[in-house]
């Protein structure tokens, strides 16, 4: 039996390993070989403790892409954050599909999860882990007696990447364990409730907004931002009905016209020539996008590797007849397709239709054969010039999980909404950078689509079609309830469920309601 080791005060180990995020090129400690008095002794000692809290967005562990992975009991790969995330916010929509026999993988898109899932597991592990790191960060950056210039900055960054990895707890679990760093190390955490975290993370990321030490923009993408703590705003209060039953599209409104007007930031629109505009925005080189990318968990196929985040999406999307070398890698593994519901939201002429089609055929009649559904080709490990990343077994492409053109389109859903944020002009730029004419959206319906279209793949589409009320019933797609032509499936399938093996580690918590039974 897996059991969840509580870190949610406790440091998790990290190795010798040179990490490269954003400009943290620095070495993680070490917290098994020193005490936290003895390794933390400096300002670099404290850089090299937050590089590793960014560090788990992006890799298993610290010693390589599978080397001693942090989350025991599953193949480092699979346990990664990002790898996580897609499994979670992707296989359960009409966007993906993957046809690999690993475990339980197929009833993601099959909505037939357990509450012993080993998936749901590794991703609620790496949720928690993640906050456990940020904890130790804070608490330790407060209470040593060594003073630096950039302490108090290095502690908003871990309270934002903290604030990150609750998001993804209230928006994928509702009702959670919760500890921050007044914690008491050692001690089962109590459970919080929706609403609640909801309230913490609002008043976390309004204060990080309005007066913490952040900079506007991040020094690169892969850095926190005050862009980035209003963007996780907006997107909090995007969904506060789904999170509390109460909504707060004005707030979303008023902190989106912020990032609009001064955020400095804008759509990427300048194309290198090789490839269009819209897909620079997923190379190998696309740090360079820092004009639209607010926040980018960052991937090096040298010195940040990984089998899971772009790795996986780029490698997973290509197989059958297709070139490897055409995405920049060495070999594909067959597995990630999508349904012909969602191809079918696309028009020609539109520059985010980034499928391959040649050999395959549109329909899904078995979810296990690769050619089974059109495959994406918008992640690719070739830079803007047209070159391939550094190496072809690991990619060099960040992850983007913020962007400006997400903010344009959340406008214009709060417009439709009933709240003035001058949105349909936003919304139009993204239609346009995609070669398509640049009409307002006539309804909600319309929002929706052109969210599908511009974001897929990026891990935002459970939360919109449950924002939107279609989710688990109103709009179907192959094989959603196990059936070929798709089926409803019960609403409690919007959240999933707290892992068997945390509520034997902590019996403070309570399954979430729909899988009461199954306990």
């Not at 804008?266 to 820092?290: K, V």
């Not at 519901?341 to 549109?362: I, P, V």
């Not at 550094?390 to 060099?396: A, L, N, R, Y």
């Not at 309804?443 to 279609?470: H, P, S, T």
Request: proline share 3%; charged share 20%.
């Amino acid at each position: 039996m897996k059991t969840i080791n509580y870190i949610l005060g406790i440091v998790a180990a990290a190795a010798t390993i040179t990490s490269c995020v954003g400009d943290l090129n620095v070495t993680p400690i070490d917290p098994n070989a020193n005490t936290a008095d003895k390794a933390l002794v400096d300002e670099a000692s404290f850089q090299s403790f937050l590089s590793g809290v960014y560090l788990g967005f992006a890799t298993s562990g610290y010693y390589g892409a599978n080397g001693s992975p942090s989350i025991s009991g599953l193949d480092g790969g699979a346990s990664q954050y990002i790898r996580g995330l897609y499994h979670h916010s992707e296989l359960t929509t009409d966007e993906s599909v993957c046809g690999w026999n690993d475990q339980t993988i197929k009833n993601f898109h099959y909505m037939n999860w357990t509450t012993d899932d080993s998936f749901i597991y590794a991703f609620y592990s790496r949720i928690f882990m993640q906050v456990g790191m940020a904890n130790e960060f804070i608490r330790e950056a407060k209470n040593t007696p060594v003073e630096f210039a950039s302490k108090q900055q290095m502690i908003d960054e871990a309270r934002l990447l903290r604030a990150i990895a609750y998001y993804h707890a209230i928006d994928n679990f509702g009702n959670v364990p919760f500890a921050d760093e007044t914690a008491i190390v050692g001690v089962n955490p109590d459970q919080i409730s929706r609403a609640d975290l909801y309230a913490w993370l609002e008043k976390e990321l309004v204060d990080l907004v309005d007066n913490s030490t952040l900079p506007a923009k991040g020094a690169t993408t892969s850095r926190a931002s005050k862009g980035a703590a209003q963007f996780l705003l907006a997107k909090l209060y995007l969904n506060a009905k789904v999170y509390t039953g109460t909504e707060a599209y004005d707030k979303c409104a008023a902190v989106l016209k912020n990032l609009i007007n001064g955020g400095g930031y804008s759509l990427h629109t300048s194309s290198a020539g090789t490839y269009p505009a819209y897909q620079e925005l997923f190379l190998a080189d696309n740090d360079r996008c820092n004009d639209e990318i607010i926040f980018a968990v960052e991937q090096d196929g040298v010195n940040t590797t990984s089998y899971g985040a772009t790795n996986y999406i780029i490698f997973a999307s290509t197989g059958g007849e297709m070139d490897p070398a055409a995405a920049g890698i060495s070999s594909g593994w067959g597995g990630l397709r999508m349904t012909p519901e969602f191809y079918n939201k696309f028009s020609d002429g539109d520059a985010r239709k980034l499928f391959y089609t040649a050999t395959q055929q549109a329909s899904i009649d078995d979810i296990g054969e690769f050619t089974h559904g059109y495959a994406f080709m918008k992640f690719l490990n070739m830079t803007s010039a047209g070159a391939a990343g550094k190496e072809s077994g690991f990619v060099d492409t960040d992850f983007p999980m913020m962007r400006y053109a997400d903010v344009l389109l959340m406008a214009a859903e709060c417009e439709l909404r009933g709240q003035a944020v001058d949105g349909y002009a936003g919304y139009k730029a993204v239609r346009q950078r995609a070669g398509l004419s640049a009409t307002a959206p006539a309804n909600l319906d319309e929002v929706l689509d052109e969210r599908a279209r511009e974001l897929y793949q990026e891990c935002w589409r459970r939360n919109d079609l449950i924002r939107f009320g279609k989710f688990t019933s109103g709009y179907n797609w192959q094989w959603k309830g196990n059936v070929k032509e798709g089926k409803d499936v019960d609403k409690g399938r919007e959240l999933f469920p707290i892992p068997d093996s945390d509520l034997l580690a902590n019996t403070k918590l309570q399954q979430n309601e729909y899988y009461k039974s199954a306990e």
